[in-house]
């Protein structure tokens, strides 16, 4: 059986920076049974449904800004698998969600850890939007619809974060190496409902958990976390594998061989989303732009970071004005036009 995973992906310059982050990410895919195939969430694709991507060689997206010229560079060649998308859409309409097929690339939220983890980029790789409107039930909901993939050797990975507030990291003095107290208190109280296997107070983190808006004023980066334990199990403990990193395991109950990986950080990484439709300039310097139900975002200390659903029609003409708002990006959509 193959056993789901959580990631957390953080900035896209964990691919350079050597950090035990990276270290540890490269060593999860060396020790891990091979799949056959991955379907990755990542918070990086918002949409109204889960829509789930079909390309036969899905594009490396450079879904970010300022950062290190040397990552817009990259290419994660994996190929996609259009039938194992038309499966996985198929599961979820059976289990009620409006789902169904698009063409769509591999935003860093699903290549970034997957350079790490495999970086031969000869596993075939389905991208899965997190549904914008769901919370933690609704995530983890769909993950039971996906929970007989691990018997296909389908990995099914989330990317997201562990902790997500850029804002406040922002704020924070940059040498100040120590996680403040909002956030280990966050990250102890879901550790420990974690190895109690305490799946109701995990899906109504947002009024148990101390802390729980300040660690992520918007849902998206820990949603994947809740995919991942549906596609886990119904019952499931935690191994520590990195204190550090906060790098663990997921499994379910003694006795039974399913199990998700956790791999987390226990500080902020990420900035909570803006939802609208559109967003602004990339290092480029030229307007990019989404289409309805998409989010928006702002990630990464040295720059901008937008979040698409389809970057391939963002060129193709939205007038959109937006305002920066300590760094925060409000994106309004006006008319049609040409960008």
Known sequence: MMSPLFVSHGSP?????D?????HLQ??????ARPRAMLVASAHWQHADPLVGNASTPETLHDFGGFDPRLFEMQYPAPGDPGLANHVAELLENADWRSGTVSRGLDHGVWTPLMLMYPEADIPV???AVPMNADARGAWQLGRALAELKNENVLVLGSGAFTHNLGEVFRRDPGDANAPGWVTEFVNWMRDRLNAGDVDALLDYRNLAPH????HPTEEHLLPLFIAMGAAGDDFRVEELHEGDVL???HQAPGQRDHCALVGHPRPTALGVVTGVGLVTGASGRAVLGSTGDVVGLHGRA???LDLVDVRDALHGLEVEALVVDRLILVDRRAVGQV
């Open 19 to 23: 950090t035990a982050a990276r270290e």
């Open 303 to 305: 720059g901008l970071h």
């Open 27 to 32: 060593q999860l895919g060396r020790s891990r």
């Open 248 to 250: 663990r395991r997921l």
């Open 212 to 215: 729980a808006h300040g660690n």
């Open 126 to 128: 389905v991208p899965l």
């Open 13 to 17: 310059m964990i691919v350079l920076d």
